[in-house]
Nanobody, 121 residues
Framework: QVQLVESGGGLVQPGGSLRLSCAASGSIFSLNTMGWYRQAPGKQRELVAQ???????DIADSVKGRFTISRDSAKNTVYLQMGSLKPEDTAVYYCNAWRYRGLKLTREDYWGQGTQVTVSS
């Protein structure tokens, strides 16, 4: 099993910045992609950003140019630096990590408990 522990959420004013951290522990060998999803009230969970083992990144259009994702492999930690925050960025942010398991290469996802980010004046 893999445990993901998030930190760094909170209340911030519009235009402000926050950095989220997610530390992975447990059976972390062969983890593939790590990333962040978010879910606002009444909406589906959506991908915010993810980083692959080769360092390539996928960033949602809604946050492109404002959010960056990075990964410290030595610390098994992924970061989400959020800038120019808007009220519509308010959501619970979830850390995600996955890997392939078994001969059929089934994707196995792991999730953090979520951290609240509220953007409000």
């Amino acid at each position: 099993q893999v445990q993901l522990v998030e930190s760094g959420g909170g209340l911030v004013q519009p235009g402000g910045s926050l950095r989220l951290s997610c530390a992975a522990s447990g059976s972390i060998f062969s983890l593939n992609t790590m990333g962040w999803y978010r879910q606002a009230p009444g909406k589906q969970r959506e991908l915010v950003a993810q980083i692959k083992p080769d360092g390539s990144r996928d960033i949602a259009d809604s946050v492109k140019g404002r959010f960056t994702i990075s990964r410290d492999s030595a610390k098994n930690t992924v970061y989400l630096q959020m800038g120019s925050l808007k009220p519509e960025d308010t959501a619970v942010y979830y850390c995600n990590a996955w890997r392939y398991r078994g001969l059929k290469l089934t994707r196995e996802d792991y999730w953090g408990q979520g951290t609240q980010v509220t953007v409000s004046s």
